[in-house]
């Protein structure tokens, strides 16, 4: 998607966008703007992103979108304030659907710990990408018509393997436990499949997966 995003292809750029716009947004908080100067300040980006698709700077970040898009947004905020001007809503500039209703309570929420903005936008993305991969999970479980055994076994992902219940979600869901015990086998393994697969996406090198996995999983321990 990121070799795609900076060649031809709009879409695969607006839905890296889309999927990880929170970061973004909650780092132009931290730096001291309003609720609704973050959200005229992160669409402006994005739409100033979709329109210039100016690539030039994923080398210097070594492929990775992720730190591309921090080094971008850092520089546009540095002219936003020698410009002192703003892009705002409702003008001449390409919007994307973002749910900014939830995006300050999520903002309230993840704004708790004392770790520097970087830091938190490392964890933050992580973040909505555990979050995209469970999704896209959930979205397989639905095309079988499993969704509820999903939402049964989806908090297994985080369980260590002794501490899975297996017997009384089995009861619960009218399964045998070895039965179950399969499915949760195979729920971890896609989900991992899944994980590798959407940082691949944000990767110009797909090589690069296990160490950038590392850096974001690690961010949660920074936090």
Excluded at 13 to 41: I, M, N, Q
Excluded at 82 to 100: C, F, P, V, Y
Aim: charged share 30%; proline share 2%.
């Amino acid at each position: 998607m990121v070799r795609d995003a900076g060649a031809t292809a709009g879409d695969a750029l607006e839905s890296l966008c889309t999927a990880y716009w929170f970061p973004l947004y909650a780092y132009v908080r931290r730096h001291g703007f309003s609720k609704e100067d973050a959200e005229d300040l992160t669409q402006a980006f994005f739409a100033k992103l979709l329109e210039r698709r100016d690539f030039a700077g994923l080398k210097q970040e070594n492929g990775r979108f992720r730190a591309f898009l921090l080094a971008a947004l850092k520089n546009f905020l540095s002219n936003e304030r020698d410009r002192a001007g703003r892009l705002k809503r409702g003008g001449n500039i390409t919007h994307l659907s973002l749910d900014w209703r939830s995006a300050d309570t999520q903002f309230q929420i993840a704004d708790g710990s004392q770790v520097s903005p970087d830091a938190a936008f490392d964890r933050e993305w992580a973040v909505a990408l555990l979050e995209r991969v469970v999704v896209r999970l959930g979205g397989e479980f639905a095309a079988e018509g499993k969704m509820e055994r999903f939402e049964r076994i989806k908090p297994f992902l985080t369980m260590g393997r002794g501490e899975i219940p297996h017997a009384s979600a089995a009861a619960e869901l009218g399964m045998d436990e070895g039965a179950l015990r399969v499915a949760v086998h195979r729920l971890r393994k896609r989900y991992r499949e899944l994980l590798r697969e959407e940082i691949a996406h944000t990767l110009s090198d797909p090589a690069m997966v296990e160490e950038e996995m590392k850096v974001l999983l690690g961010a949660f321990a920074a936090a």
